[in-house]
């Protein structure tokens, strides 16, 4: 199971059919901040996902600039990169990272199978979701909590799973599927859900079980991906274009890497000092990771 960029199909069609229809697009408020481009030395795609306190980022990158495997997880710190695999994998996707350096993601074996694993310190530990087909790990806090999804071969649920590594299932009511992507240091979580036609949606589950809806004002889709301790919320919505936004006080903010292409900027994370680390896509739609502070 291959989820490597995110799941855009959806996205790519409303965007044809609102061109067709002369659409505009609801103003928001703008950016203000300063971004960093994070390549991995001699690799063709570098997509940039978690990020911790300490701007330590975690992702993923390929030799090949169209994504094609093998996948190397990586791990950015103190301006040095380090390549994480996990041994004997064919794939390995680095996707969160908390607090104390542990790191979760996914791996395949076959190149169809997705596990989740865990490293911590040196150590790999697989991690699927009870009868699951695949397990895809988003995110992890401080405490040791994990979220991402796992799939039944009919439909995707998100999951949680705790410090002690017992599982709870996620569904967003009356949703067909849901995917958790972030969770913060208080235990609150992000994540999307599709609606009956298929419509994707961002989502926040509170850590006292009540689920809201969150979405820029006239996004027509839209997808939360990480959670800080402060509440603040960074995604990807649908207008007439795709762009990244941060929610932070009750107030949606635009953010687009200045110099990517149309649709091309995905925020993933969002540390508890605001930094928010992602990827982007250049004029040439080439993938870059990016770290934006304030």
Not at 7 to 32: M, N, R
Not at 87 to 103: E, F, K, L, V, Y
Not at 131 to 139: D, I, Q, V
Not at 157 to 181: C, E, M, S, W
């Amino acid at each position: 199971m291959n989820n490597r960029l995110l799941p855009k199909i959806g996205f790519v069609i409303s965007v044809l059919v609102l061109l067709a229809l002369g659409e505009t697009q609801v103003a928001l408020a703008s950016q203000g901040l300063n971004f960093i481009t994070v390549d991995v030395p001699g690799a063709g795609l570098t997509a940039g996902q978690g990020i911790n306190a300490s701007r330590d980022m975690v992702g993923f990158y390929t030799a090949d600039a169209t994504g094609l495997p093998p996948s190397h997880g990586y791990l950015f710190a103190r301006g040095a990169f380090l390549t994480i695999d996990v041994p004997g994998a064919m794939d390995t996707t680095c996707r969160g990272i908390n607090s104390r350096g542990d790191i979760v993601g996914e791996y395949d074996l076959d190149g169809i199978t997705s596990h989740g694993y865990l490293r911590s310190g040196n150590s790999f530990t697989t991690i699927d979701f009870p009868g699951a087909a695949n397990t895809n790990p988003n995110a992890i806090n401080s405490s040791g909590d994990i979220v991402g999804f796992w799939d039944d071969t009919v439909n995707l649920h998100g999951f949680l799973r705790d410090k002690h590594g017992v599982f709870t299932a996620i569904n967003y009511p009356g949703a067909t599927d849901t995917q958790a992507y972030g969770i913060s240091d208080k235990g609150d979580i992000v994540g999307l859900y599709y609606d009956s036609v298929g419509s994707q949606h961002g989502f926040l589950l509170s850590k006292q079980g009540t689920f809201s809806t969150i979405e820029p004002p006239g996004a027509l889709q839209s997808q939360a991906r990480g959670i800080n301790s402060r509440d603040d919320i960074v995604g990807i919505f649908l207008q007439v274009d795709i762009h990244g936004f941060l929610f932070s006080g009750g107030t949606f903010t635009v953010i687009d890497v200045p110099g990517a292409a149309i649709d091309g900027t995905r925020p993933r994370g969002i540390n508890a000092r605001g930094d928010i680390s992602g990827n982007y896509d250049d004029s040439s739609g080439n993938t870059h990771g990016f770290l934006a502070t304030n």
